[in-house]
């Protein structure tokens, strides 16, 4: 079973309790789902099957779940539970819920940096030709809009038509780039957080803009690459995770 080191720990403990708020929207974490799903192996795949056959909603109702676009919040602990056929299944569901939506989440720049704003929340921004509903703000963009506007979803919360293409192009993605460990998605999305995310027009370090910051066509397009690359990053490594801690032992 894969061991993560324990400077990683505290960083997952800590991410594992930030709000709703903080999170890939829906139509991020179940394309990320929906990937890893199509690239699980046989074996894998057998066991999320089994793990997801009585999945309960947070109301103890049948979720009717029986794929990876689900989601939860947690990630590294759980992973030795999910590794273990002797745990108890409901801690294994909860577990494959939990490692889904963490893994997501470590993906999301926005996640991995802070400018004294909750990580974007606190920027209120608009995107240059784009119409969105209500208050938006620069992270909520990164979780959604620009979500929406990368996999050309016109705001469906479902997985994208082209979900088979994507699935091998994120493989071939995260054979490229390698796998890595929970700190290593964390310190890459830090950078890309830096280098594209807050360079918005007038940043400052340290500084909350007071006006709505617009965020143009070139940082829009910069943005949904970027957006686009991680999901299908973090689509292929769920994947890779999975099919090695779900192998029989």
């Known amino acids: 079973m894969r061991s ?3 400077s990683t720990r505290a960083l997952v403990l ?3 309790f930030v709000p709703a708020a903080f999170a890939w929207g ?3 974490h179940r394309t990320i789902g929906a990937i890893a799903d199509r690239l699980l192996t046989p074996e894998a795949r057998a066991v999320v099957g089994e793990l997801l056959a009585a999945d309960r909603d947070k109301f103890g109702n049948p979720s009717g779940r029986t794929t990876l676009e689900c989601n939860s919040a947690q990630l590294e602990r759980l992973t030795g539970v999910l590794a273990d056929p002797r745990a108890a299944p409901r801690a294994r569901n909860e577990a494959l819920k939990w490692i889904v939506h963490l893994l997501g989440d470590l ?3 926005l996640h991995a940096a802070d400018n004294g704003d909750l990580g974007g929340n606190r920027v209120l921004v608009a995107l240059a030709g784009v119409r969105s509903r209500g208050r938006l703000t620069l992270h909520g963009a990164w979780d959604t809009e620009l979500v929406t506007l990368a996999l050309h979803t016109r705001g469906h919360q479902q997985p994208p038509a082209d979900i088979d293409a994507l ?3 994120a493989q071939s993605l995260s054979a490229e ?3 890595g460990t929970p700190a290593e998605w964390a310190s890459q999305s830090n ?3 830096r280098n594209v995310a807050y360079q918005y027009p007038g940043f400052a370090c340290g500084v909350v803009p007071e006006g709505i910051v617009v965020l143009d066509q070139n940082y829009q397009d910069e943005a949904e690459a970027i957006v686009r690359e991680r999901l299908l990053l973090a ?3 769920l994947a890779n995770l999975l099919n090695e801690i779900l192998v029989t032992r």
């Open 4 to 6: 993560f080191p324990a």
């Open 14 to 16: 800590t991410l594992a």
């Open 26 to 28: 829906p139509q991020g």
């Open 107 to 109: 993906h999301q720049p």
């Open 167 to 169: 699935a091998r192009e």
């Open 177 to 179: 780039a390698g796998q």
């Open 191 to 193: 950078n890309l957080a």
């Open 235 to 237: 689509g292929g490594r």
